[in-house]
């Protein structure tokens, strides 16, 4: 797969299953609960925040906390 379309695709794959992932927590955290207006605010703006996220984002946030569990 990688020598037919390069390493763009297989980070592409890599953010999308991550924000896929991102998005089921966020759902879950809210799915026994009625919502409150400030809870869907706040859906709202993660939702944004992670549809916002380039794999240049999501790769430092791995390395940051590979760091800071690397230290701790």
């Given amino acids: 797969m990688m ?5 763009e695709l297989l980070n592409e794959a890599e953010l999308r ?13 809210f799915m026994d609960t009625a919502m409150r207006k ?5 859906a709202l703006a993660r939702i944004e925040v992670l549809n ?5 984002d999501y790769q430092q946030a791995r390395k ?6 690397a230290a701790g």
């Fill in 3 to 7: 020598m037919a379309s390069g390493p």
């Fill in 17 to 29: 299953h991550w924000k896929s992932h991102a998005m089921v927590e966020l759902l879950l955290k």
């Fill in 38 to 42: 400030d809870d869907t605010v706040e």
């Fill in 52 to 56: 916002a996220v380039t794999y240049e």
């Fill in 64 to 69: 940051k906390l590979a760091e800071k569990e």
